[in-house]
Nanobody
């Protein structure tokens, strides 16, 4: 089973940027899709974005569009999340997820941000945005 390790979190001032990385232990069918979720204290885990490794197709949450970008590095089995113009409400634990299994016949755009379709998760990396 593929293992995921996130890094790059920290404390950032409002308006700043952060780049998170997720390294997969191997590139396999399980890691064909890699997503970023976040969870703030007392809130449910929510999707930030997802990338299909083979095609590079990306999906983003409406709240993140224009401020975030997901990219992949095949050689390093790494997916990165670049976040700009950070706000205090972006403060959360950020998780990398993979090993997706989506039901057939439903557009991925309607599914990618649902936690139940991912079977492998990293341990998370904290991002704190201060004023």
């Amino acid at each position: 089973q593929v293992q995921l390790v996130e890094s790059g979190g920290g404390s950032v001032q409002t308006g700043g940027s952060v780049r998170l990385s997720c390294v997969a232990s191997e590139y396999s069918y399980s890691s064909r899709c890699m997503a970023w979720f976040r969870q703030a204290p007392g809130k449910e885990r929510e999707g930030v974005g997802m990338i299909y490794i083979a095609s590079g197709r990306t999906y983003y949450a409406d709240s993140a569009k224009g401020r975030v970008a997901i990219s992949r590095d095949h050689a390093e089995n790494t997916v990165s999340l670049q976040m700009n113009s950070l706000k205090p409400e972006d403060t959360a634990m950020y998780y990398c997820a993979s090993d997706c299994l989506f039901p057939i016949g439903i557009p991925y755009a309607d599914l990618w941000n649902k936690t139940q379709y991912y079977n492998t998760w990293g341990q998370g990396t904290q991002v704190t945005v201060y004023s």
